[in-house]
């Protein structure tokens, strides 16, 4: 059971925000037509059958708390015949799917609301008059108003945003008649006036195929193109979500490889005792500074022959605590590595190993001293502990379903068809999932004595 949600989460993990990317790409910088199609439905089937298959398997697997889910997955990794003092092992696993869970949430986040800002925003399709001038060798004009009708404001000042029809009469390359033709368009600050102009695209030779005209060129040929959006529109869009998904990516700790214990690396037999917050002490330009400026975090707490030495985990430490309060094992870390945190693991007698980082001063201070040759055991292996590995259990039905509804608002929106719904519809999705999360957060405090007593419950690990 617990592989199959593993595998189940881990694709889930690298196919959603990819298929995800992919929609929000097309959708940015594909122009209209077949390929744009194909690869904005299908990015957006692949990210509903996620969708659906964590649903499907929730309901039939049942849900799980993350109490529970973390009491299984170290059931998972225990070795009952570990022997106590047990010698380090040669390698170290790593620790990639940890770090790719983190990024898809880091990438999947930012994307979404890019996503749904730009479908609530864009035209969704070409209009016919558009696509018969795209495929015609076109140009763009300015050309003066002959005629406005049909305005529509967005508010009641003169100023406001405003809809309107406005007449063109464009030159005939055939002969010396001028041809009408009529857009329709949006401008920013009140309708144009007669004998103002805009930028108009239309086909000297065939001037009977109509006119397309926007406030810009840009906008003229984005019509023309079928982009949803402008080109300026799309490349402040995309830098917008470069730069937050960086951001956020900024958080996670960068992924660790395996690793190969050698003879003068750090290691300290330690049993876990607790969890407690650690203060990062003021250093160079911030010794001077407030207390509050220094960093604060939660870590657990590991008892060895060095005094106590904490451990930052890639998990809850309120969680995790419980079940690993208790347990011996070796606290191991290369003394060469430097920065605020020093990448560590803990390998317990029990056959674990759990990732996590030691604070870089702690790890200074610890290493100082001279050290004998670390007890390396090239024969024994140990299997990575992985906390949130059965994260899709963990996940309640009503979230699911709100990330089902942001799946059918996006889908709407995919569709050729204009008006002030889509942004209700945009809002709706971007609004569904954290609705139900908050909802499930009123009812959490309710159910949290009988989450306490069916862990409490569970035979001890």
């Known amino acids: 059971m617990s592989a199959g949600v593993m595998r189940l989460g881990r694709c889930v993990t690298v196919v959603g925000p990819s298929a995800l990317i992919v929609l929000t790409g097309g959708w940015l910088f594909l122009g209209a037509g077949p390929v744009r199609t194909g690869v904005v439905w299908g990015a957006l ?33 225990r070795d009952a015949a570990g022997r106590p003092g047990a010698p380090v092992p040669a390698v170290l696993h790593s620790s990639r799917w940890t770090w790719a869970r983190i990024t898809a949430v880091a990438v999947a986040v930012p994307t979404a609301l890019v996503l749904s800002v ?38 009641s000042s003169s100023r406001s945003a405003a809809t309107a029809d406005y007449t063109v009469r464009l030159p005939s390359a055939e002969d010396a008649k001028e041809v009408s033709a009529t857009f329709h368009t949006e401008t920013r600050r009140g309708p144009r006036e007669v004998g103002g102009t805009f930028p108009v695209a239309y086909v000297p030779e065939q001037p009977r195929l109509g006119a397309v005209g926007a406030l810009t060129p840009t906008e003229v040929e984005a019509q023309l193109a079928g982009r949803t959006l402008s080109r300026g529109s799309s490349l402040f869009a995309a830098v917008g979500w470069a730069v ?22 750090v290691a300290l037999r330690a049993t876990v005792t607790g969890a407690a917050e650690h203060v990062e002490p003021p250093s160079g330009s911030d010794a001077g500074k407030d207390a509050k400026s220094t960093s604060r975090y939660k870590c657990l ?11 930052s985990l890639a998990a809850s430490h309120e969680r995790a605590t419980p079940l690993l309060v ?14 605020k945190k020093v990448t560590a693991d803990y390998v317990a007698d029990e056959g674990w190993q759990l990732p996590g980082r030691v604070p870089g001063a702690e790890a200074a201070r ?33 979230v699911l379903l709100g990330l089902l509804v942001s799946v059918a608002a996006a889908g709407a929106l995919l569709l050729p068809a204009d008006g002030g719904w889509r942004v209700w519809t945009a809002m709706a999705a971007v609004a ?17 004595a009988e989450t306490k007593s069916v862990v409490a419950g569970e035979p001890a690990a």
């Not at 937050?244 to 690396?265: N, T």
């Not at 707490?301 to 451990?311: H, K, M, S, Y």
């Not at 208790?326 to 870390?333: E, I």
């Not at 569904?432 to 949290?448: D, E, H, N, S, T």
Request: with cysteine; proline share 9%.
């Open 244 to 265: 937050v998904a960086l951001a956020m990516l900024c958080v996670a700790s960068p992924p660790r490889g395996s690793r190969r214990v050698r003879s003068d690396w």
């Open 366 to 398: 610890v290493a100082a001293p001279p050290r004998g040759p670390v007890a390396i055991d090239a024969g024994r292996q140990v299997r990575l502990l992985e906390f949130g590995s059965l994260w899709p259990r963990t996940v309640p039905v009503s």
């Open 432 to 448: 569904a999932p954290f609705f139900v999360w908050m909802f499930g957060g009123l009812l959490a405090p309710a159910k949290a």
């Open 118 to 155: 730009c479908l609530g925003a864009a035209d969704p399709d070409r209009s016919p008059t558009a696509a018969r001038i795209a495929d015609a060798h076109y140009v763009i004009k300015e050309l003066p108003v002959a005629a406005v009708g049909n305005v529509v404001r967005a508010g």
């Open 45 to 77: 089937a692949v990210v509903a059958a996620c969708v659906l298959t964590l649903i499907g398997y929730v309901l039939t697997a049942g849900r799980t708390s993350p109490e529970q889910a973390y009491a299984r997955a170290l059931d998972a990794v």
């Open 326 to 339: 208790g347990r011996a094992g070796w606290l191991v870390w290369d003394p060469a590595a430097t920065g």
């Open 301 to 311: 707490t590991l008892n060895t022959e060095a005094g106590d030495v904490p451990l």
